[in-house]
């Protein structure tokens, strides 16, 4: 019997859940959540960068129950990987971001919320028992993003994640071969009714469609007056070279997300990975590092964090945990990575994530 036929509740790893998920999902919507740009050069680093890198145990040292717990824009959560914001989550499942919202209430972790969401910030927000950041794109219409901003704000969001990757999309083919759009009745539902227009569209790619209202244009001094705007702790996200990190963090990001979105933006690119010692000797723990791409294994945490990360996102696995289970389905995906984790750090000789050290990297 094979994964596709499978209860999730079964599953051992991560990889089970993408073959389960691809049997549901529509071939458009698993190609949307799947591809790359380009030739996927990127893509698929994403994943096997992580497998250059070996750990390097130490023995006989008592450790049974080590510390999972690190923080984020100064909240302190007992495990470091999240899943990540993205967008159009009612694609996968009918209760979308929300049975995600709901798994990560469950687990008393945070939540991030994406502009591109098919459930409203409000929504969202009513149904946090625990922190919601939100992820935003800058768009040529200010006014729209002040008012993301204000939504945000009100709505009891603690902390901005400026995502700045993706001012342009992607050459992501499978999206055009497919048509993408956004079946009836979903909708952006952040965004206003012309946005929705143009996604529900099925000539070309209605993703490409709504980027074109993303301000190309965005430098550092149009993100501070963006930011001049909210008293919200904010991050960056979308960074692969350490300069950028540390110009964020002169400008006062409480942390640094390095990521290459998911090998969907730039192809043959570095992998988070890849970059992540340069950022921690660059930043050298002025800001919170986080990473994500390609994150299948509780070892490939521990290898972010010996290298200098606080924590993970976590994205396409979360996105076909979903699809197999929705909140039940995210949950026993978070729960086998808790797992294996915790497994690697006993293992390893590790009692807390602080203890995590280059000693541990062959």
């Known amino acids: 019997m094979d994964s596709s036929s499978r209860d999730f509740k079964d599953f051992l790893n991560l990889d089970e859940f993408e073959a389960s998920a691809k049997s549901v999902l529509s ?35 008592g450790v049974s129950n080590p510390d999972l717990s690190t923080s984020i824009f100064g909240q302190s959560f007992h495990l470091p990987f999240y899943p990540a914001p993205v967008a159009m989550l009612k694609l996968a499942h009918p209760e979308g971001e929300l049975a995600v919202r709901r798994a990560m209430n469950r687990l008393h972790l945070p939540y991030f919320a994406s502009t591109m969401a098919t459930t409203s910030l409000e929504d969202i927000a009513g149904e946090s028992t625990t922190p919601s950041y939100f992820q935003l794109y800058c768009f040529k219409d200010h ?4 008012s993301l901003i204000q939504r ?42 012309k946005s929705n227009l143009e996604l529900h569209a099925s000539e070309g790619s209605g993703a490409e469609r709504i980027s074109a209202h993303f301000d190309a244009s965005l430098n550092w001094k149009s993100l501070e007056a963006i930011l001049g705007q909210t008293k919200l702790p904010w991050a ?54 986080f990473v994500d791409g390609g994150i299948r294994r ?22 076909w ?36 050290r280059m000693e541990h990297k062959f």
């Not at 969001?157 to 990757?165: E, M, Q, R, Y």
Request: proline share 4%; with cysteine; hydrophobic share 45%.
């Open 143 to 146: 006014g729209l993003t002040k």
């Open 152 to 193: 945000a704000e009100q709505s009891g969001f603690k902390g901005l994640v400026i995502t700045v990757d993706a001012q342009m999309l992607g050459k992501r083919e499978a999206d055009i071969r497919h048509r993408f759009h956004l079946p009836s009745p979903l909708k952006l539902e952040n965004l206003d009714h």
């Open 298 to 319: 509780g070892t490939d945490i521990v290898k972010a964090i010996l290298l200098g990360a606080d924590g993970v996102l976590i994205g396409k696995p979360m996105v």
């Open 27 to 61: 071939p458009m919507a698993y190609a949307y959540f799947s591809g790359g740009a380009c030739d996927q050069f990127t893509l698929r680093e994403n994943v096997s960068s992580w497998n250059n890198i070996k750990l390097w145990p130490r023995v006989l040292r």
């Open 321 to 356: 945990a979903l699809a197999c289970g929705g909140a039940e389905g995210v949950i026993r995906m978070m729960n086998i990575l808790e797992e294996e984790f915790r497994l690697a750090l006993c293992l390893l000789g590790c009692s807390s994530l602080k203890n995590l």
């Open 236 to 289: 960056i996200k979308g960074v692969l070279h350490p300069e950028d990190g540390v110009i964020a963090a002169d400008m006062g990001a409480k942390a640094i997300f390095i990521s290459n979105h998911g090998g969907r933006q730039l192809d043959c690119v570095p992998t988070a990975i890849d970059v992540l010692p340069l950022f921690a000797k660059a930043l050298a723990g002025r800001v919170g590092i």
